[in-house]
Structure formats: structure tokens, C-alpha cells
């Protein structure tokens, strides 16, 4: 019942000094910023897609399914943004299991931050050189968002750390959108909440300093549906509970409403395929309701080079070793469909 302190860890400063980020992607992510940033205040009817492997636990398979983003971009940039998903902390239900590169970088080894951090940074620069798109990583831990501010275009509060004070507080700091899902028992309050927060200003103690925030009116929210006492999924997705969140944020004095729906996790019952259908019906709703088309900005999609899962150490090349997700071929295919029906 006590804490070893391992090591120290150099602070933000010192591994983004260690790792820069060069002028010339610097301006790319302000760019790039800037167009999603106009999608969620009503500038940019551009929809978003924010695809890629549940966890990002091997860099040349991450960049290279990256780089096939960023050619598929070239073909679908009039109507989509694409957002990589590079997902470098696994929150784990019971605790046990591979929790991410920041951590773990060889996923078959020990548990050694300081490295998990040069591993992650330098998979996200390098997947940003490659493909010229800039990423969405989840804040499990709201302390380590210092060593890839300067990195990341989108971040997620993940449906475990929705309710928790620092998420929402550190959010309010945030210059690039926070997707707030909803929590795993379903509750919209809990994430609408979450997001009113998120978007007011805070004062509170940061990694040893007194700070204070200006807000971010960024923050919406993630629809990734929920699960029973019994455990059984219940999707949210649907035309009606997107009816249901267009009321919901009509009574809260929220700026930019908006939602991003999961297509994955409870909505899709972790049947990674259903991810095809689920994301189909979404732009059919869209497009029968011109209310809740301003409302939904965009989706998330577990996506990788082979479909499916594996487990830690099979060594599958461009295969998840978390949940399972869609392969290459069905990706491709089907972000071609959702640029045709936008």
C-alpha cells in the first residue's frame, strides 16, 4: 500500500524541445485547425471523419495506414475532413490489458513512460509529415496534454472520464475541439454537462501551477451509445435520439451545437462491420432532416490496415490488438460513399 516513485519525466517543454515540431507543419496544423474549427461554428459544411485503429501500438503500421489517408484525401477533400485517429492511451474497463504507446511502446514489454513518450511523439510527427493530416488522440490522462498541444487537431474525453472535474476543466483550455462522449451508462445530461463546462472558463491547480482557462467553444458532443445493467448495448445513433440531443441542447445555453456519432463501441455492439451500416443511416438522417444535418457534423470509425483483432504477439502486420476494426478495402469504399452522399 504505497507508491514507488520509478523515474522522473521530463516535462512537456523538454520533450517537445526534444521533438519539435517544424515551422512548415506548424503552419499546416493551423491550417488545418481552422478547417475543422469552421465546421463546428457553421462556416464549413465539410463533414468530418475521424478514422483509424482503436489503439495506435505499432508506428509503421500507423503511418502507413495514415499515409493511405492522406492519397485517399485528394479524392474526398471538397466534402470531407479527414481526422486520423491516433489513439496513444487505451483506457482498459477492469484495468487490465495493453493501455497505449505512452505508456507501453513495445506492447509485448514493460511499462516505461519516458519512452512511451518519445515513441508517441515521434509517431504522431512522422504520421503528419506522411500523410499532411493532422490526428485525434483521446485525454485519458489530462497532465500529459502539454506533450502534444501543439500536435493534435482534435481530442476526445472518453465515456469513462466524461464526469471527472480535470477532463472537463482541462478541455476548457483546449484551442481544438473536445468531443464529450456520453458516459457508458447513456445519461445526455452527464455529456451535455460535460460539454457546458468545457466551454466556460476555469481557475484550478495544473500540473503544479494555479492556471486559468478562457473556455472552449469548441466542446460537443460524441454520441457512442450505452450499455444496460445486464450489459447489453443500446445504440444511440438513430434518427429519434438525434431529435432527442437537438431538443436536449435547445434547453442549455451551449454555443455551437453539435455531435459527432461513434459508430462504433455500444452503438455498434463492437461489431466492427455494423460500422458500414450505422454510418450509412446517420447520413440518411442528415439528409431527411435539415435540423439535425447542422446538428451532426461528422463520425468516428475504428479503421486499420486488416480487419478484425489479434492478440498481443501474434504480430499481425496493420492489425488491432485492442478492439476489432474495419479493414483498408471496406474504409476506402465506404469513405468514398459518404463524400457522394454529403
Known sequence: MSFDYIQKLPTPEEI?????????????????????????????????????PCS???????????????????????????IPRIYTNKPRTTGDGYKGITSQPDPEGKTDFRAGLVAMRHMQ?????????????EMLYPENWGYIADILS?????????????HRMTASGFDVPAGMKNPTSGTLSVMLNSVYAAQQPHTFVYR????????????????????????????????????LL???????????????IDANHNNSGKQFKEQIRIVKEVLHSRNLNPDIKNLVKGVMIESYIEEGCQKIGEGIYGKSITDPCLGWEDTERLLLEIAETC
Open 125 to 137: 510527427i512522422r504520421a503528419i509529415e506522411e500523410s499532411g493530416l493532422t490526428a485525434a488522440d
Open 246 to 260: 437537438l431538443k436536449l441542447y435547445e434547453q442549455r445555453e451551449i454555443i455551437n451545437p453539435a455531435a459527432i
Open 154 to 166: 482534435y481530442v476526445a474525453i472518453g465515456a469513462r472520464s466524461v464526469e471527472d472535474q480535470e
Open 56 to 82: 495506435a501500438d505499432n508506428e509503421d503500421a500507423v503511418c502507413d495506414y495514415v499515409s493511405r489517408l492522406g492519397k485517399l484525401n485528394d479524392k474526398v477533400k471538397d466534402k470531407l475532413i479527414l
Open 208 to 243: 503544479g501551477y494555479e492556471v486559468s482557462t478562457n473556455g472552449n467553444p469548441l466542446a460537443h458532443c460524441v454520441l457512442r451509445g450505452s450499455s444496460n445493467k445486464h450489459g447489453q448495448s443500446l445504440p444511440n445513433y438513430h434518427y429519434e435520439d438525434l431529435s
Open 16 to 52: 517537445r524541445s526534444e521533438f519539435p515540431l517544424s515551422r512548415e507543419l506548424t503552419a499546416l496544423k493551423k491550417e488545418r485547425d481552422a478547417m475543422i474549427s469552421d465546421v463546428f461554428t457553421g462556416k464549413s459544411d465539410k463533414f468530418l471523419v475521424v478514422v483509424g
